[in-house]
Nanobody, 116 residues
Framework: VQFVESGGGLVQPGGSLRLSCAAS????????MEWYRQVPGKQRELVAS???????NYADSVKNRCTISRDNAKNTVYLQMDSLKPEDTAVYYC???????????WGQGTPVSVSS
């Protein structure tokens, strides 16, 4: 499976972005999907996850500000980010989870920069 993330950009604090993760090579329908983010020099951080049935979980740092969703027909996972803060600045990646860890190779990610 290959992932292509998109939708990132430069936004002012308080703004919104909608990130997309399009997958090819296999259907994501049965996978537990996750969004991660990484700041240079730091470990990749789990941001949000969604089960095949649509159950969601969020890191405390983004809870009530982000919404993860999936469109199995489009083989795409989304991350709606609202009330963005400078500390949300990072490169955002998606992946499927299997056996307790990311299952496939990472895509190129999509950079998010929150600054005034």
């Amino acid at each position: 499976v290959q992932f292509v993330e998109s939708g990132g950009g430069l936004v002012q604090p308080g703004g919104s972005l909608r990130l997309s993760c399009a997958a090819s090579g296999s259907s994501l329908r049965l996978y537990y999907m996750e969004w991660y983010r990484q700041v240079p020099g730091k470990q990749r951080e789990l941001v949000a996850s969604i089960s095949p049935s649509g159950r969601t979980n969020y890191a405390d740092s983004v809870k009530n500000r982000c919404t993860i969703s999936r469109d199995n027909a489009k083989n795409t996972v989304y991350l709606q980010m609202d009330s963005l803060k400078p500390e949300d600045t990072a490169v955002y990646y998606c992946n499927a989870r299997g056996n307790g860890e990311p299952l496939f190779s990472w895509g190129q990610g999509t950079p998010v920069s929150v600054s005034s």
